[in-house]
């Protein structure tokens, strides 16, 4: 007798296997389409995905060291490729194959910081040529090179770098006797901000210097850093006489004359202030950027709330960001300035 359950239970079973095997056909073939089987160049180019092929390129031509492979990219893709293969193999040559041109400075500016190949950065456009080399002369603390950066501005930069450094490393004032004079505000914050990095000058002098530059029509200049810092470090303000206006030379002859425990301790605060009252019109200048000094120094929120106008802001931004610590965000008012603070902190 025909076995008519046993017979359909069988049938459905082939129909499934059936099922199953052209399901692993279609899995299979599909596998081969995205992640084709195979090695090298040939393995990338079979990728269904262009992004997923071009990443795969990029990563090959970086195991194997060879650039000409990105030259298979589209330069929405190669130019990345490029500047890895650059990197991995610090070879600034590899750069000239990026397309993009602020893309190929950056390359070749990361490659010769790098391996301090000044002379590489001469093979890019400016400003970015001159950029190159002065962060190179700084680093080799070599003044000399400064002297071969096209840009002026970044060439006093240089210059005015290596030689407050100088200065401060040996005592000599002479150094500052190179360092520009230049009334620019923004290059003396960015001298200023290289020398604080570096370690040097005092701390509390350099954050009193920053924020004489954030007051309208008090000028400093680099050279006034130079002479100001090392007024401060040796005590000895007749340095001060180096220092060309009026109101920073006023504060150089305070910040050197008012240390009663030595050049690594705190100004006499209460004696600068009251210094401060004999700058005439100054003395409100003067004032304000002492007790900013003091307010973050001291971590002294509530006399932050006594400076006027942004400043007050200015203070609690500087709290928060030195001590890493945006609870004093929280104290201004103004949510756009509040904000931030919190993402600087």
Do not use: W
Request: glycine share 8%.
């Amino acid at each position: 007798m025909l076995d008519v359950a046993g017979g359909a239970e069988e049938g459905g079973k082939v129909r499934l296997y059936a099922a199953l095997a052209i399901m692993l056909v279609i899995a299979a073939a599909a596998s081969f389409l995205i992640v084709p089987h195979g090695t090298g160049i040939g393995k990338c180019n079979g990728m269904l995905f262009a992004s997923s092929k071009y990443a795969c390129l990029t990563n090959l031509a970086l195991q194997l060291g060879n650039s000409s492979i990105c030259g298979t990219e589209p330069a929405q893709y190669s130019d990345a490729c490029y500047s890895a293969v650059a990197e991995n193999t610090s070879d600034v040559q590899t750069c000239s194959g990026v397309q993009n041109a602020t893309q190929r400075a950056a390359c070749v500016l990361d490659i010769a910081t790098s391996t301090l190949d000044y002379a590489a950065c001469a093979g890019i456009a400016e400003p970015y040529a001159s950029q190159c080399t002065a962060s190179i002369a700084v680093r080799l603390d070599n003044a000399s090179i400064c002297s071969s950066i096209n840009n002026l501005t970044y060439g006093a930069e240089c210059t005015s770098i290596i030689g407050t450094k100088e200065a401060l490393e040996t005592g000599n004032a002479q150094y500052c006797g190179s360092v520009s004079a230049s009334t620019d505000k923004n290059a003396t914050a960015y001298v200023l901000e290289n020398i604080t990095s570096l370690g040097m000058g005092s701390a509390t002098l350099s954050e009193a210097l920053s924020t004489m530059l954030l007051i309208p029509n008090i000028t400093i200049t680099s050279r006034d850093v130079c002479y100001m810092e090392l007024a401060g470090m040796t005590l000895n303000s007749s340095l001060c006489s180096g220092v060309s206006q009026g109101y920073a030379l006023s504060t150089c002859e305070i910040e050197a004359s008012s240390r009663s425990g030595g050049a690594s301790s705190p100004a006499n605060y209460t004696a600068q202030l009251a210094a401060c009252q004999s700058l005439g019109q100054y003395a409100n200048a003067c004032t304000n950027s002492l007790m900013l000094e003091h307010a973050i120094s001291t971590r002294n929120a509530t006399l932050c709330g006594e400076l006027p106008g942004s400043l007050t802001d200015t203070c609690y931004s500087l709290l928060a960001s030195t001590y890493n610590d945006t609870s004093y965000c929280d104290y201004i008012t103004n949510a756009s300035v509040s904000s931030q603070c919190t993402q600087r902190a």
